[in-house]
């Protein structure tokens, strides 16, 4: 099983190849945010390293959210576009699984935080167990408060990473109770090995969809969507 | 399919709120044109939601471009090009046709071409007409654009005038709002507007001083609103379709002259007119009489190539091509994107 991972759902842009148990190759930048830029030169350098036949992938594996709502995109139309060109399924796995995924094994719950911005994080909780990662929190957009509390009432030492962390450390640091450490550099942030690693995974349970199917999910409704809701809210809505 | 040598371009077009895809042989004739069009999304909005137009297009795109395969009757061995809009446009909303055509490209080692969205409705006029070669002047308005350019070669363009401020279809849309007819505002006043006087109200007809072919359309949007507010304090009601059609008649009329100078100054016997406004019927019978009186020959495309498509980004993309264009995997969206720029 041969697997394409894509990931420019935040601020890293990362594209890497897994082949059964084995990285062949990742490429991973987290320097400004020009993915549209890239992200396709990073997977051209991947398939000369590797000498690698696009034709021999089996599928394409791509962070689906949350994230960067262009970031999202970027990522996922060009999924869709390898997955048309090439007549490939594509897996979409979420952002925040993969990002746990990088601390796979460990002991303590996984906590991957990243800044949604609007006072919210998008934040899931992750434990391994027998050599898997199992849920403890599906992916959601909360305040960190709220985070705070939900990891305070599991009362498992957590280990936080992603790109929220240092905006919110210093809540973090004043509302956890737990025991708790932050990841280090080298695994911290998106990498597209572990999206191709999950993808792995997925296809073996069958996960697929057509290029086709696939859309981000963005965890959140577009502003104008949420300003109408809350609009219809205040007046009530319209009855026929 | 034929097989007679040819170029074959696939093309995208994800500027705004319509996503569509094109298959094009020799910039000139339609294999195939698929628009799915979100226009009823943005309604309720009164104009188009960027983030929910990026949104769509994500969830569209593979569709259409596989509709626009599947009608042309060909596959993507037949391709030899693709064509996208890299710019002008909505960032977000361009970017998804950009990352889909690069990957496409890359995936199948077809050359890519960026194609700019405002040469795309110029060569909309490529299609329809295929005796129509360079040099012209053409006049492109739409919602987002009002130019008034000399196509001078496949390429290469020399703007003569521009807007100072709103584009003539952003001024449609923003008066039909006022009146109460709604989004999109182009399509509903030129209707309405077949049953009114246009000389009942005389709107100002605005010159820019040092620049005899430019725009401008936000004192006339103004003087169309301050009418609305006169009527209103004096507790008079307005006539919906006075105003539509006297407005229309401003508008119209400044885009015609400038048209007809530019003809003048520069000895064409030929004018085009692009862009989605240029279905509006009345600028279509006005530019006919004036250039008629002048013997000019007048050329303008059907109303479903007038509007966003992707026919005329394959057109476009067509001369692109054999001008030797060639984009990198590094194609970026360019939202404020300006004509003739490579």
Known sequence: ?240 | MDREKGITILAIESSCDETAAAVVKNGREILSSVISSQIELHKIYGGVVPEIASRKHIEKINQVIEEALRQADVTLDDIDAVGVTYGPGLVGALLVGVAEAKAISYARKIPLVGVHHIEGHISANFIEHRELEPPFPCLVVSGGHTHLVIMEDYGKYRILGRTRDDAAGEAFDKVARAIGLGYPGGPKIDRVAREGNADAIVFPRAHVADAPYDFSFSGLKSAVLNYLNGCRMKGETFSQADVAASFQKAVVDVLVEHAMMAAEEYGFDKMAIAGGVAANSFLRTQMERACAKRGITFYYPSPILCTDNAAMIGAAAYYEFQNGTRSGLDLNAVPNLKLGER
């Open chain 1, 1 to 240: 099983m041969k697997i394409l991972g894509i990931d420019s759902s935040g601020l890293v842009a990362s594209a890497a190849v897994v082949q059964d148990d084995q990285l062949l190759a990742e490429y991973t930048v987290n320097y400004k945010k020009t993915h549209s830029q890239t992200l396709l030169p990073m997977l051209d350098e991947i398939a000369r390293m590797t000498e690698l036949d696009l034709n021999t992938l089996d599928a394409i594996a791509v962070a689906a959210g949350p994230g960067s709502f262009t970031g999202l995109r970027i990522g996922s139309a060009t999924a869709k576009g390898l997955g048309l060109a090439l007549d490939k399924p594509l897996i979409g796995v979420p952002t925040l699984e993969a990002l746990a995924y990088n601390l796979w094994g460990s002991d303590r719950l996984v906590c991957p935080i990243m800044d949604a911005r609007r006072n919210q994080v998008y934040t899931g909780i992750y434990y391994f167990e027998n050599g898997g990662m199992k849920t403890q929190m599906l992916q959601t957009a909360v305040n960190v408060e709220e985070l705070a509390k939900r990891v305070n009432e599991i009362r498992r030492d957590v280990i936080f990473l992603g790109d929220g962390v240092n905006v919110y450390r210093e809540t973090l640091e004043q509302k956890v109770g737990v025991g708790h450490c932050y990841a280090p550099a080298h695994l911290n942030r998106q990498r597209a090995g572990a999206v191709a690693a999950l993808g792995c995974l997925y296809a073996a349970q069958g996960k697929f969809e057509t290029a086709a199917q696939h859309q981000p999910d963005y965890l959140r409704v577009s502003q104008a969507e949420r300003e109408r809701a809350k609009k219809e809210e205040a007046f009530g809505e319209p009855h026929d």
